[in-house]
């Protein structure tokens, strides 16, 4: 008799983005002149830089060609991506990180979902609340946790981030081994500062533990003051892992490439206490089941860092960053408490009122779609997240609309 992991039978199926596509859906029926316009998707909507697609195309002309055809590649990615990413994204800002320090992948949703399995079954996971569920699901796969209740999983610690921390959560009350940090972050696009990570590093220094450091969305960082990469904090390489991703960089959601950075002095220990590089274990697991991102994207991703890449893919985070803005101001005008936007294409508002309350008053008296923050956890659940990708026409007009609605 083959039996199922029953770990999965602990998740809490994602009813979220079905349950918005049901109401959005129904809506729609019911009005069918009006135009919704989608203000919940994470998922860029502008086409790719015109320096990306240029070595994409060239890229898939050298696969044409014998003399330049490329097979498998290297499953830790090619060294002329691994090379810029270290130098441009890493020295460039003071940060120690060497090109065989970067594992290149296919996403970072995989890699912050896949990099649980290098940890014993037994250790205790900090997760924040609100959350990226992607953290939280894989340890329940894993059988980290135990079953879930009252919104959220026995066994877990969650790092509550609410108005009173500014988002930024207070280090655990109680031990923890593992520690998942977002900044700027998804939902709430609350930033981080300098400081304020560096306790979270002096934390793990003392505490033997590990910090995920997800920086997905540090391209759209504006503050120069503000830490883009953990490793801009001393003593951050022995205790932290960060993953990053050219999806909201250069909107590769659909063309898919990103990274991981494993330090080689990043330590862990065995059960009977001998200490451990992690980034031989993931080396070891990366090799045994990736085979690596195709030649042309790599090709593409690269294209990233030349001059006319650097330029293009600030003027895609400017254009999502002035929508970010107005939504802030908007909300911020009619009196709503708002965080992110600024540093974020995300802005997380305190609806004073039930997440799937307020969710049903945009879409019925706006006909604009948000997400219900209660989505993303238990501190979620008077607010609602709003995100920038869209047209700057879209995102007045749909303003224009919440504003006549709500006041
Ligand atoms: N990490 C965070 C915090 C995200 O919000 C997302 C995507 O929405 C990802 C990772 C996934 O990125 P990728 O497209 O590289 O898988």
């Keep these: ?23 959005v859906d129904a809506y729609q029926k019911q009005h069918p002149n009006q135009t919704i316009i989608r203000l919940g998707i994470g998922d860029v909507t502008r086409a790719l830089p015109a320096a990306c ?26 060294l002329f991506l691994r090379e810029k990413i270290a130098q441009y994204d890493f020295q460039a800002r003071g940060a120690e990180v060497e090109a065989d320090e970067i594992f290149v992948s296919d996403g970072a949703k995989c890699d912050t979902g896949n990099i649980q399995e290098i940890f014993a079954g037994d250790i205790r996971v900090a997760v924040p609340d609100p959350v990226y569920p992607v953290y939280v699901d894989t340890n329940v796969m894993a059988g980290r946790t135990g079953a879930f209740g009252n919104g959220r999983y026995e066994g ?30 998804n939902p709430t696009g609350a930033t981080i500062t300098r ?7 002096d934390y793990a220094r003392q505490h033997n533990a590990l910090i995920l450091y997800d920086s997905a969305y540090e391209a759209f960082i504006r503050d120069e003051r503000l830490p883009r990469s953990i490793y801009e904090i001393e003593g951050a390489r022995e205790v932290a892992i960060e993953f990053r991703s050219f999806s909201k960089t250069a909107g590769f959601t659909g063309t898919r490439c990103a990274f991981t950075v494993v330090p080689k002095n990043c330590m862990a220990h065995t059960a009977d206490g001998r200490t451990m590089a ?18 042309p994207i790599q090709r593409a991703a690269e294209a990233v860092y030349s001059p006319a890449g650097q330029a293009q893919t600030r003027a895609l985070t400017d ?5 970010a803005a107005f939504i802030r101001q908007a909300f911020a005008a009619m009196g709503y408490a708002c965080v992110g936007g600024d540093h974020s294409p995300y802005i997380w508002i305190d609806a004073r009122r039930d997440a799937w309350e307020f969710f049903d008053l945009l879409l019925q008296k706006a006909g604009v779609v948000c997400t219900p923050g209660a989505g993303f956890g238990k501190c979620g659940a008077q607010y609602i997240r709003l995100s920038a990708f869209n047209s700057y026409e879209n995102v007045q007009k749909a303003m224009e609309r919440i504003r006549a609605a709500l006041i």
């Design 53 to 78: 697609i240029e070595a994409l195309h060239k890229g898939t002309e050298d696969m044409a060609q014998e003399s330049t055809f490329r097979g498998y590649g290297p499953e830790q990615g090619y």
């Design 319 to 323: 254009y999502y960053l002035k929508n």
């Design 156 to 185: 877990l610690v969650y790092l509550e981030c609410t108005r009173e921390n500014h988002y930024v959560p207070a280090l655990p009350a109680e031990p923890v081994d593992l520690i998942y940090l977002c900044f700027p972050n």
């Design 195 to 201: 400081e304020q990570l560096a306790t979270w590093v």
């Design 278 to 295: 992690l980034h031989g274990l993931w080396n070891r697991r990366h090799t045994t089941k990736f085979n690596g991102v195709a030649y």
């Design 1 to 23: 008799m083959i039996r199922i992991n029953e770990n999965f039978l602990k998740l809490q199926s994602s009813y979220l983005f079905a349950d918005i596509a049901k109401r």
